[in-house]
């Protein structure tokens, strides 16, 4: 077997012993002497280490400080040999942590090397809806953003191949010549949905179920992405059948869980029964919706449901129950979408008003105008002032067109073409930056300091109050960025910190792209989907925008739901289909984002859960103590029994009884085995087939659990570590790069400040875009021209 | 790659004869390109499947001619004669070496580079230049496109890729440089546009002319501006933009290639919409498109990912619900392996829909598949134990005639499977000095 740091310090055998710190012979060797050489010394090499040879803490610091973490943790001694003594544990890890800090104060403060970032796709999409007022998505054509670290932000592995580029360049004719004139609406197509073949169960009672029928087995949810603002025609399809003398039902539909429409369906065999009917929707992504409302009702008598029909039964003499089977309700077969009809190309005045700063929006352009639109964009678009070579060059452009016979419009669309591929505008550099050379610090200037905020917190570019504070010169003020923060934190655009922060810190991005297996969770249909986004995201948003603590995230006890998943999760009280905040005081196995839907689903495979994944996940994304990899040769376990009769647990059990693979499992596994009692999809179970779940969990350290509540609260012990982690995490997401050694500070620094402010959101935010890292940059201003 | 002034256009030869016509590449018309001259048009491809493959049911047990065809490779027997079973070639450089775990990007990351991947999950990943693109590099002048990369997986989006490793290893197979990875093209409607491009051709001939016109003045525009800058901005961030100019430079040569090219390319199917969502389709079409693109000669290298590595697809439609990528650790299980044994087969049926149309494809003097080389297979035999040794390969076609198919040939001891990329070269007339780790040709292609 060969544990995972067995390589990392081998080169390590190979050091002398060198003169320790003072107190380490007092402090520290003894322990070491009494617990750990007699198995990690020269002689026996337990796990390749030597110890009596380690003395240097200085120059093997990650070496002693995964030497820290396991006798603090009790992994080690390992299970089975004395305990250490308290107090010499205590002075022993005392020694170390003020070892560590001692060193640490001794860091040169150090910026870090950023290297020039390139727009990613949703920076690129962002940008352009902001700079021209352009909704089309281009980039969602590009290829995928290489990631590092997590995040697909790193300026360092974003690459530009030939490919990319060519994308930048059709992207770029194809965006100019809808701000100029307007988009083309793509040919009428007919796009064909049916039901998924397996339905949700129906409901128990035909008083106590879902009366807009959006979770009930007779409903049509699916996701259409509609082209553009237009006319489009829905064609609706139904089969099945209410029972006979039924009164008629409403037939709904839904867009985004608002009504738009309904249909009275008189006719109770519903076999092929058509509506359809024409409407105008908007650009982008919807959930289409048709279901039958309240439809246990106007049953005939003998069913003894709600409202019974009046209407003469000739079944009425029939006694004895109703067979099962019998069908109570038709359903939706199929929806046709045609479109998109009649809207006719045209710019919008927004994106107009946005170009044409001369001020003419009727056309009527002077001299003038040409040189001041341009410039004004470039502007814009280069985020920084222009240059008379930035404008000469542009102009030049534009007269070329000109003088080739096109019409100004045309001119100034080529002109945007070009602005939208030029390297001021694809990548965000910092002038005089000597990324490579630890040369003084020195402040990024105001532009770069504009850009650096708007990317972080809005992943677009500046707006116009950042640009008239980064000219007058004023935005480094400290006071004036706190109150931007604020003001950026409140606005819409914030929302961005969670599509992409969030997205990729709690992999919910793969919310998107789950297929949980059809046949074992046949209820999950894109509501189901949608929704627990939903809740996610709206909780997110929550604390942003309500700046409450980071650690909300993992105990706070409200969250947002809609009937749809508070029925999914067995939450009374909830109706209808829009979301609004539930208190969850009484339902403490879903307060923070450990026991959301979504997060349960995306830290799970297609058919069952993992607690290995999910142990992997809380490691990863909440205490940031990744687990390493797994060794290279991965033994074949002996499963004794496959099959239904064996839990998870047992199966896993070999994890942890076997040597090499405990010494990360044990950390991992009991974590996931705490949520164990939320399937694939993250719907609550007390069962796994036909073995009831057993949720408890001993960590390394010996502390035990049993059950979520107490797994939170565990985390939620160590407020400081989990302050840690997302002021980490966000680092990295505001800076661009991975940290490092000397980045430790900062982040102990933000996170000791936050703590007094109760580990509020927007106080780690503001600690960030405080922090010298974020407000200086590597290399200094002699010897760099200057444009 | 710069093409002389002595050459013969293509408009010259072309003259009368019309469009749409795929000519052989002539040597008259090929500049000296020193050692490295092209040979015919011989069409190289790699079809890729992650994750491993269950080597009892994949390797005949018999050598030579008259084997027997096992499970997985069973819905290739009708092309017997136009195959090669290859066993015995290995891809060392997918071992650990003592870097740990992480053997889906290794596998992926020296499959065709024969270079050990530098193990990071950031900044600074590192691996070599993969045989395609060697071959890419030759092809620049001689196609419209000197290669062209495809894909069946969507990328993963998020959270970390094989442990340690960067996302960017697992994703593709092609290396146009040690630091710079080519991410496939997924959807077919992009690679339909790559061939064909976005052009607007509801437009009069003369506004597309001046269009043109400003494309290329844009890019003249963005190049000088990009030098300008560099004199401005430090080494690491001129390694970047470094990658711009090179971006630019290759789509002006790309342009310049097409002008002197005047053949009307009309694509003879229609233009897909997106992905299908069966898979089966979306495989088909991604195969129809490099039929395409081969008869059309606007390209000679391929390489199709059936799945990036640690794929965890799942297929309902032959029965295994389960994902790839879990299911591959199969511990022997034999209901695993059953499922796992499923995938392998459901893959090479969709790869023979595409040997059976390369077969039904004439080329020339004979068929596409002729002249052809097309190596079906990936960096991973056992994908329990992630073995990189005894890899599953095979090889369909004729090249440039002198590969002699119909056999299962067993090489002796471990060689790298870079060596048969070097042998492969050599059929087309493209001769480096090595690929990564190669030590040599392969024997026995030619022979009897």
């Given at each position: 077997m060969t544990p995972p740091y067995k390589l990392l310090l081998l080169p390590l055998l190979l050091v002398g012993a060198t003169a320790a710190p003072r107190g380490f012979d007092t402090a520290v060797q003894p322990f070491l002497a009494k617990n750990c050489y007699t198995c990690h010394n020269a002689k026996l090499l337990t796990a390749g280490l030597n110890l009596e040879a380690q003395r240097d803490v200085e120059k093997d610091r990650d070496h002693w400080e995964m030497l820290l973490s396991k006798i603090q943790s009790g992994e080690m001694p390992p299970p089975g040999a004395a305990r250490p003594d308290a107090g010499s544990l205590r002075a022993a890890t005392e020694w170390l942590q003020s070892e560590f800090k001692r060193q640490d104060k001794l860091i040169k403060p150090d910026p870090g090397p950023v290297t020039a970032r390139r727009l990613n796709r949703a920076e690129y999409n962002n940008t352009v809806r902001d700079l021209l007022g352009v909704t089309f998505r281009p980039a969602d054509d590009f290829p995928l953003d290489d990631s590092g670290y997590g995040f697909d932000n790193i300026g360092?592995?974003?690459?530009?191949?030939?490919?990319?580029?060519?994308?930048?360049?059709?992207?770029?004719e194809k965006i100019s010549r809808i701000a100029i004139y307007g988009e083309a609406l793509p040919k009428p197509v007919f796009v064909h949905y049916q039901p998924r073949l397996r339905r949700p169960p129906p409901p128990p009672s035909l008083f106590e179920y879902d009366q807009t029928g959006l979770s009930l087995p007779s409903v049509l949810n699916v996701l259409h992405e509609f082209p553009a603002d237009a006319e489009y025609l829905l064609k609706i399809t139904l089969s099945g059948n209410r029972p006979a003398a039924s009164d008629p039902v409403t037939l709904a539909v839904w867009v985004d869980g608002k009504q738009i429409q309904q249909f009275t369906i008189e006719r109770s065999d519903m076999e092929g029964e058509p509506r359809s009917f024409r409407t105008r929707i908007t650009k982008g992504e919807h959930l289409m919706s048709l279901s039958f409302l309240n439809q246990f009702e106007g049953l005939p008598a003998r069913f003894e449901g709600p409202n019974p029909s009046k209407k003469p039964d000739p079944r009425r003499a029939a006694t004895g129950p109703i067979p099962p089977g019998t069908s109570l309700a038709g359903r939706v077969e199929a929806l046709d979408i045609g479109g998109p009809f009649d809207a006719a190309p045209s710019p919008s005045t927004e994106t107009l008003r946005r170009i044409l700063s001369c001020g003419h929006l009727d056309g009527r352009h002077t001299d003038a105008c040409p040189r001041k639109i341009i410039s004004d964009l470039a502007r814009r678009a280069y985020r920084r002032p222009v240059t008379t070579q930035d404008t000469d060059a542009l102009l030049a452009l534009y007269s070329k067109v000109r003088g080739k016979g096109d019409s100004f419009d045309e001119a100034i669309a080529v002109a945007i073409q070009y602005m939208l591929v030029s390297p001021d505008f694809l990548f965000r550099m910092g002038k005089d930056s000597q990324p490579r050379s630890r040369a003084a610090a020195h402040p990024i200037n105001q532009y770069e300091l504009a850009s650096r905020l708007s990317y972080f917190l809005w992943s677009t570019m500046p707006d116009e109050e950042l640009f008239r504070l980064a000219a007058q010169g004023g935005l480094r003020n400290r006071a004036t960025l706190d109150a931007q923060v604020r003001r950026m934190l409140k606005d819409t655009k914030a929302e961005a910190l969670i599509d992409n922060f969030a997205g990729q810190w709690?992999?919910?991005r793969n919310m998107d792209i789950v297929k949980p297996d059809e046949e074992r969770f046949a209820e999950f249909d894109a509501l189901l989907r949608m929704s627990m986004k939903r809740e996610t995201k709206l909780f997110l948003s929550h604390i942003i925008q309500e700046d409450r603590s980071v650690l909300d995230l993992i105990d706070g006890k409200y969250s947002f739901l809609n009937?749809?998943?508070?029925?999914?999760?067995?939450?009374?009280?909830?109706?209808?289909?829009?979301?609004r905040r539930v208190d969850l005081a009484a339902n403490p196995e879903r307060s923070g984002v450990l026991t959301h839907a979504s997060v349960l689903t995306v830290s799970s495979y297609a058919t069952r859960t993992s607690p290995v994944l999910r142990g992997k996940w809380i490691l990863d994304n909440i205490l940031n103590t990744p687990p390493p990899p797994p060794p290279a040769n991965v033994p074949t376990l002996d499963v004794a029994q496959v099959g239904a009769s064996v839990s998870l647990r047992v199966q896993m059990e070999a994890h942890r009884?076997?040597?090499?693979?405990?010494?990360?499992?044990a950390r991992m596994d009991p974590l996931g085995f705490g949520l164990e009692n939320y399937d694939a999809i993250g719907a609550w179970r007390a069962k796994d087939g036909a073995v009831t779940i057993d949720a408890s969990g001993k960590l390394p350290d010996g502390r035990t659990f049993a059950g979520p509540a107490e797994l939170k609260a565990i985390l939620m012990a160590n407020r400081d570590a989990i302050a840690n982690s997302v002021t980490g995490k966000l680092l990295i997401y505001a800076l661009g790069r991975g940290l490092e050694r000397f980045d430790k500070p900062v982040v102990a620094d933000i996170v000791t400040r936050a703590a007094a402010a109760d580990y509020k959101f927007s106080n780690i935010v503001l600690g960030i875009v405080h922090s010298m890292p974020f407000q200086k940059q590597r290399g200094d201003q002699t010897n760099v021209r200057h444009p | 790659m710069f093409v002389t002034r002595k050459h013969l256009s293509r408009r010259t030869l072309l003259g009368g004869a019309g469009a749409a016509i795929a000519l052989p590449f002539l040597d008259a018309m090929t500049p000296a390109f020193g050692a490295s001259k092209p040979a015919l048009a011989v069409r190289l491809a790699f079809v890729y499947i992650p994750n491993g493959a269950v080597m009892e049911d994949w390797t005949p047990k018999a050598a030579g001619r008259n084997y027997a065809f096992t499970p997985i490779l069973k819905p290739l027997e009708a092309h017997r004669d136009d195959m090669l079973v290859l066993t015995g070639l290995a891809d060392q450089n997918g071992n650990a070496l003592g870097d740990g775990g992480g053997d889906h990007a290794r596998a992926a990351a020296s499959f065709l580079t024969g270079v050990h991947p530098k193990k990071t999950a950031g900044s600074d990943i590192r691996s070599g230049i993969s045989a395609d693109q060697i071959v890419a590099k030759h092809m620049t002048g001689a196609t419209r496109l000197s290669s062209l990369e495809l894909g069946c997986d969507d990328s993963r989006l998020v959270g970390s890729c094989d442990t340690g490793y960067s996302c960017a290893y697992t994703n593709t197979i092609c290396w146009r440089g040690p630091t710079s990875p080519l991410p496939p093209e997924t959807n077919?409607?992009?690679v339909f546009e790559r061939l064909f491009g976005t052009e607007d051709y509801s437009v009069d001939p003369a506004t597309r002319a001046r269009r043109a016109e400003y494309r290329k003045s844009i890019l003249d525009m963005a190049r000088d501006r990009t030098l300008k800058l560099m004199g401005d901005?430090?080494?690491?961030?001129?390694?970047?933009?470094d990658e711009y100019l090179y971006a630019i430079r290759e789509i002006e040569k790309r342009i310049a290639m097409a002008e002197s090219d005047n053949r009307t390319i009309t694509p003879s199917v229609e233009k897909p919409t997106g992905i299908p969502i069966a898979f089966a389709d979306y495989m088909k079409l991604m195969y129809d498109l490099q039929i395409i693109a081969f008869q059309a000669d606007l390209t000679r290298v391929t390489t199709t990912m059936v799945g990036r590595e640690g794929s965890v697809r799942v297929y309902p439609e032959v029965g295994v619900p389960d994902p790839h990528h879990p299911l591959s650790h199969h511990r022997d299980v034999p209901a695993s392996l059953a499922k796992l044994s499923k995938i392998n087969t459901f893959h090479a049926e969709l790869f023979s829909y595409f040997v059976a149309k390369l077969k039904s494809t004439p080329d020339g003097d004979g068929t596409l598949l002729d002249h052809s080389m097309i190596l079906y297979g990936g960096g991973i035999s056992d994908s329990n134990k992630h073995l990189h040794e005894n890899l599953p390969l095979?090889?369909?076609?004729?090249g440039d005639g002198s590969i002699?198919?119909?056999?299962?040939?067993?090489?002796?001891?471990?060689?790298?499977v870079t060596n048969l990329y070097l042998t492969l070269m050599g059929h087309m007339g493209i001769r480096p000095e090595s690929v990564g780790d190669s030590n040599g040709k392969v024997e026995f292609l030619s022979e009897v």
């Open positions: 360092d592995v974003l690459s530009l191949s030939p490919v990319l580029m060519e994308k930048y360049l059709s992207a770029a709690l992999e919910i009937e749809r998943l508070a029925r999914f999760y067995g939450i009374p009280g909830v109706s209808g289909p829009e979301f009884s076997n040597p090499g693979c405990a010494s990360c499992h | 077919p409607r992009l901005i430090g080494p690491s961030d001129k390694r970047k933009v095979l090889l369909f076609g004729r002699k198919p119909g056999r299962h040939i067993v090489y002796e001891k471990e060689v790298p």
